[in-house]
Nanobody
């Protein structure tokens, strides 16, 4: 139905920057929202940032002022610009897309496979 693919992860030193990309494709009728989550080993997955089709955004307190989420509706793509990275930002980052497919015409949350972000001291 709908596929979600992340890219842009990697290894970076503390204070550096990375830009993550997430592209949704397939039988998409509409996308209601897109967001980024992260999960470190032994910890639960947590919301990092999200955005709706109307343009509203939401950020975790730990990343406010450092991360910026943006969306290109025409390309069904969302980005996460990460600046001033800290070692505690190390995690697998997952993209989530709430979309309505042309197969079901019902909203559903689709997850990507994740991309590793490692911040060294």
């Amino acid at each position: 139905q709908v596929q979600v693919v992340e890219s842009g992860g990697g290894l970076v030193q503390a204070g550096g920057s990375l830009r993550l990309s997430c592209a949704a494709s397939g039988s998409i009728f509409s996308i209601n929202a897109m967001g980024w989550y992260r999960q470190a080993p032994g910890k639960q997955r947590e919301l990092v940032a999200s955005t709706t089709s109307g343009g509203s955004t939401n950020y975790a307190d730990s990343v406010k002022g450092r991360f910026t989420i943006s969306r290109d509706n025409a390309k069904n793509t969302v980005y996460l610009q990460m600046n001033s990275l800290k070692p505690e930002d190390t995690a697998v980052y997952y993209c989530n897309t709430v979309a309505i497919s042309t197969m079901t015409y019902r909203p559903y949350a689709y997850w990507g496979q994740g991309t590793q972000v490692t911040v060294s001291s």
